[in-house]
């Protein structure tokens, strides 16, 4: 998975296009910024499933969500909710 997206950022860095979509939010807000941030080559061959793992057991937690519930919203529907989430 790692190796074909490292191929496929090759090859998009030879685009135009992409590399204008790549580098405008660092022109917008910075390269300090997160949102600025601009992916490297190099970045690919420091993903270890070790920090995929501790990301995962970080941030996707019960405690770290929000669910929004629009519409015809009544106590059965919240009753459904309560029970799945």
Not at 43 to 72: M, T, W
Request: glycine share 8%; proline share 4%; with cysteine.
């Amino acid at each position: 998975y790692l190796h074909n997206n490292k191929q496929r950022f090759l090859v998009d860095e030879q685009k135009v296009r992409v590399v204008g979509a790549r580098n405008f939010p660092a022109l917008l807000f910075g390269d300090t910024h997160p949102y600025g941030h601009k992916t490297r080559l190099e970045e690919f061959d420091g993903v270890k499933k070790e920090y995929l793992e501790a990301f995962h057991q970080k941030y996707y937690v019960p405690g770290n969500c929000a669910l929004i519930v629009s519409g015809r919203v009544n106590d059965t529907l919240l009753n459904k909710i309560g029970d799945y989430f």
